[in-house]
């Protein structure tokens, strides 16, 4: 496999939707050596605790590829949460709640992004509702104030600054945002700028790999 070594480029992406037989949608997706693995099932019933009157309760759950979950982990699914809570049409399904299951296969740069992006396209699979798609891109600041787009982990090793933007696919906007490090507010906008221009390509490649699903089918 050839990767584009320019600074804005995204790695290559492979998806195969469908995966996983006791899930109502699932999804392996790999960006460049980065995969994870994420399955759905919902709306199903709900822990007391979570339940509301009004809307579905959305439950994450990140595996790491290997040993107990960290802090890290529970940021990640408190992100993961707040995004696709925003993104779900979870008024339809009250009393219920969206069990979201995510597996680190392997990180080699980029997981916060291609796992939201794995969600989604799982999602997608599973037919549930929802307002609109998300599409992460990941980008770092290095040293020498230069960012790159989806850089691996060799390339991401001495990042100064680390940035995850994710995007919805109707007006293109921020519905949420990671960042890790050092930065200035023009480095932060320039990071943005790159993610916005970029994301348009992991809504092209959703479109394709649907379009490649119902031809199966």
Do not use: W
């Not at 309760?57 to 290997?66: D, L, N, W």
């Not at 992460?136 to 991401?156: F, K, M, N, Q, W």
């Not at 092209?204 to 031809?215: E, G, L, S, T, W």
């Amino acid at each position: 496999m050839i990767v584009d070594e320019t600074k804005d480029s995204l790695r290559p992406m492979f998806c195969e939707l469908n995966i996983l037989t006791r899930s109502d949608g699932s999804a392996m997706l790999t960006q460049g050596e980065t995969a994870v693995t994420a399955s759905v099932n919902g709306p199903v019933e709900v822990k007391l605790q979570h339940m509301n009157v009004e809307k579905s309760y959305v439950e994450i759950h990140f595996r790491p590829r290997s040993g107990m979950g960290s802090v890290n982990d529970r940021l990640l699914e408190n992100l993961i949460r707040n995004t696709y809570e925003s993104a779900l049409l979870t008024a339809l399904h009250p009393r219920t709640a969206v069990s979201i299951q995510i597996q680190e296969m392997q990180d080699r740069g980029g997981l916060v992004a291609c796992a939201i992006n794995a969600v989604c396209l799982a999602l997608i699979d599973s037919g549930i509702e929802m307002k609109y798609l998300v599409a992460a891109v990941h980008s770092v600041l290095d040293e020498e104030g230069e960012i790159t787009l989806d850089p691996d982990e060799l390339r991401a090793k001495d990042a100064r600054a680390r940035f995850t933007f994710v995007f919805e696919n109707t007006s293109r906007n921020t519905v949420s945002i990671y960042t890790h490090g050092k930065f200035t507010s023009e480095q932060y906008h320039r990071a943005l700028r790159m993610s916005t221009d970029a994301v348009g390509r992991v809504f092209d490649f959703y479109r394709d790999i649907v379009a490649k699903q119902q031809n199966v089918l």
